[in-house]
């Protein structure tokens, strides 16, 4: 078949053509060549992340500065699949440092073994019980509250208190205006469930959920569809035409409701039921096999410097994990301070949280 | 030949048996038991029934309401054709995030069928498979229209003139001729309905969960390899089955045609019939295609002050917030636009080659090569980017971190796209005219320029559409090849709708805006694309 080797050979130019023109589409991209130079001595070092990373480039480059090392951001999904991701890719990481696991993936991630152990500058500052392990194989980096969230015109316009415990949520009053995320699938859905097992036992949280359900909860897949298309608080649920008040959400989101008004308002449109949260805790690590430790070390003593951790709030909303730093306006005004979060032990977490969801998913939502 | 072969193999063979080998060894021993303990369980066998008839109902629905409308752009000429042909193409790109939020805004409270009738669909199974119409209309417009547009009417009307009823004539000459564009299309809604995933989890609500959502939550969240790679083989051993279905229906029908320019067959529409079935193609791409386009629009104006260009003046400044959130909406644009066109390279290179060689040859080897081509769209986006993890870790191939990821994983789904659309064309290229030019002397290439391409023109230009489209809309490989530096539109899309706050709300269905222009766009430029045309006939 000779036709077919000419074919073969035109094909081949072709590809080798399409390889030097992806060369060319690419050439504007510096990143591109980082693959290369990532020796001992490199000057990147990489932080590999999820999606909600975020982090303003001045303080960026005051690290290049203050280190000489220069950051490169990896992002991979959410947090369950970028921590999935590393666990699959122990021993031979695509970055130097990880950060993003919360408490209720912790124990996954050190029964794993993916990081090496290192005490990071400063580390005397944080806030107690944010430290979960005594080897420091991770640093905790920031804390935030997943907390049901209300509307405040609608509750102003009823007549009507809002909900402010877990309690509350099962009065008849409240009945159809809760929604609430996947437990499964989202990680304010499965923080709520935990809220709920830390305040009602490992015995009662069935009861709990059984009641709720009763009192008319509704479930959505992830927080966008519940928070900008069945909140009647949000933006988008306004558009929406949303008729339910009361959503699983941050403490954070009222204040950034605030920030990305125009023009911003006096109050926050939204309020928090501070009796309802579950508190997160995000820390950070250097990982097994990292090929620029010392950047990575580096990295993580900045992760709690004043300047990375003032930096927080506004670029992740959440709150820094150290004791000075100072909280921005937007944060102190329009936010509420929750002072009694629900917390669950993250080992008991790696222990029980499948059967818990699968468990909640059985009564909730089949 | 080899070339297709070595792609498929290093990017999809490879690391997806390495992921599932993964799951189903234990110390290098295989553990087959483990896939009858995965499909024992209950919840996994309704998974699996739910899946096959709502991919099933669904392709369904789409031929039914699509096959007329592939009528219509073939043989009817109207104003607007052009732009409307790309148009019902938009939503292919769409991510899904954003289509739920378009279908929500209809079907759901408050939505448009709300106020008229008091009807809400959502967190029903009708919101899902009207979704899947909305997305794969433009699947069967193409691949069929693309064909019918080159059938000649002639031989129609020859067997009016031998006295066949006009229905008979239909039945007898064009419906035969269509059936493997038809085939083709239909097998591609389904593998895409079959795979869907995002349209399930926002419109069905949690209580609806695919086969494709199944792998995700197993793989991406509780690391449950086993379940995942037992899951995986289900899916292909479903999709194989499928194309073994699909080849024996088809092989058997697909026979050279007599091809003619389609600016020949299109004419005005005559008689008051032919205006009834214009009008009603024409008002169902309306209520099913552009409502929920419009919806995003309108949203997208919809300020706190009343209508304006407020979210797309916000999206001008987002480059200037300092932060690595967000980058200017042109060069998510230039991003988007780039990546595209190098994974539509790769896709037509590799499946134009992939084409000829199955034109040429035939045979089992040659038609399993065929199914494993198909087989990328019956696989789920996060077995094959996990799969790249685990292999593509070491150089030469140490790709991880590169952004030729990217569209190479694009390129994978665009590929049978360009095959399942070049095929039935260029086996429908008489084999007697390349054998008469190879006769009057033509070098083989020579023979392919001037015999095939004139005649395949058309169809690889659909193809490149198509892959144009894939990719500028992916979103599954996107997240999983990190490159937080240069987002595409529908990751920036993401990342908006992923923060609350009005701005951000308003600034996601701007960009959503500029995707769906980006894309006509291209789009209409792919449909003017005119080369020499020395290959009138």
Known sequence: MSTTKKYASTALAAALGVTVLAGCGGSDDTSARSGASKGSGSKTVTLVTHDSFNASEDVLKQFTKESGYTVQLLKSGDAGAALNQEILTKGSPRGDVFFGVDNTLLSRALDNGLFTAYEAKGLDRVLEGTEQDDKHRVTPVDTGDICVNYDKKFFADKKLAPPRTFEDLLKPAYKNLLVTENAATSSPGLGFLLGTIASRGEDGYQDYWKRLKANGVKVVDGWEQAYNEEFSGSAGGRKAKADRPLVVSYASSPPVEVLYADPQPKEAPTGVSTGTCFRQTEYAGLLKGAKNEAGGKALLDFLISKTFQEDVPLNMFVNPVVKDAKLPEIFTEFGEKVDKPATVAPEKIAANREQWVQSWHSLVVK | ?537
């Not at chain 2, 794969?136 to 009307?157: C, F, I, K």
């Not at chain 2, 030729?404 to 008489?430: K, S």
């Not at chain 2, 269905?509 to 080369?531: D, G, H, K, P, Y």
């Open chain 2, 1 to 537: 030949m080899a070339v297709p072969v070595a792609f498929f193999a290093v990017f999809f063979a490879y690391p997806v048996s390495a992921i599932v080998g993964r799951g189903l060894k234990t110390d290098g021993v295989w553990q087959f038991g483990r896939i009858g303990d995965v499909l024992s369980r209950p919840d996994i066998l309704d998974v699996l029934w739910f899946t096959t008839w709502q991919a099933l109902a669904s392709t369904a629905l789409t031929l039914l309401i699509a096959l007329p409308g592939a009528y219509v752009f073939a043989r009817f000429d109207f104003p607007g054709k052009q732009v409307l042909r790309a148009v019902v193409t938009v939503p292919f790109v769409l991510p899904t995030v954003v289509v739920g939020t378009a279908f929500l805004a209809l079907l759901g409270r408050g939505g448009f069928l709300d106020e008229l009738w008091g009807v809400r669909l959502d967190t029903t199974v009708w919101a899902i498979l009207l979704a899947h119409v909305f997305f794969n209309y433009a699947v069967v417009v193409r691949t069929v229209g693309g064909l019918w547009s080159q059938l000649d009417p002639r031989q129609e009307e020859a067997a009016r003139v031998l006295g066949a009823g006009r229905f008979a004539a239909w039945r007898r000459v064009t419906l035969p001729a269509l059936g493997p564009a038809v085939a083709a299309a239909a097998l591609m809604v389904f593998l895409f309905t079959f795979t869907s995933f995002g349209v399930v989890q926002i419109l069905g609500g949690p209580a609806y969960s695919t086969l494709e959502v199944e792998v995700y939550r197993q793989t991406a969240q509780l690391l449950d390899l086993p379940t995942a790679a037992v899951l995986t083989m289900v899916q292909f051993v479903a999709v194989g089955a499928i194309l073994a279905l699909h080849a024996v229906t088809v092989r058997r029908r697909e026979r050279a045609l007599k091809l003619v320019d389609p600016a020949q067959t299109s004419r005005r529409p005559r008689g008051a019939g032919q205006w009834a079935l214009l009008g009603g193609v024409l008002l169902t791409a309306l209520l099913l295609i552009l409502l929920p386009l419009g919806v995003l629009v309108e949203r997208s104006f919809d300020g706190p002050e009343g209508y304006g260009f407020g979210y797309y003046e916000a999206l001008q400044s987002a480059g200037g917030t300092g932060s690595t959130f967000l980058v200017p909406p042109l060069e998510a644009v230039g991003n988007s636009l780039r990546y595209a066109f190098v994974a539509t390279l790769i896709a037509l290179v590799v499946g134009g080659l992939a084409a000829a060689a199955l034109t040429r040859r035939a045979g089992r080897v040659v038609r399993g090569f065929d199914a494993l081509l198909m087989l990328p769209l019956g696989v789920s986006a996060v077995t094959v980017g996990f799969g790249f993890l685990i292999t593509l870790d070491k150089p030469p191939l140490d790709l991880r971190t590169s952004w030729i990821l990217v569209p190479l994983a694009q390129a994978l789904v665009g590929v049978p796209f360009v095959v399942r659309t070049m095929l039935p064309v260029l086996r429908a290229v008489d084999d007697r005219l390349r054998e008469a030019a190879a006769v009057l002397g033509a070098s083989p290439l020579r023979a392919w320029r001037e015999v095939d391409l004139p005649l395949v023109r058309r169809a690889v230009l659909v193809a490149a559409g198509f892959a144009f489209a894939v990719s500028l809309g992916e979103f599954g490989a996107t997240v999983f090849i990190a490159r937080p530096d240069n987002p595409t539109l529908p990751v920036a899309v993401a990342r908006l709708l992923g923060r609350s706050g009005e701005l951000n709300y308003g600034q996601a269905m701007a960009l959503s805006t500029i995707l769906m222009l980006v894309c006509a766009a291209s789009l209409l430029l792919l449909e003017r694309i005119r080369t020499d045309r020395s290959g009138e006939f």
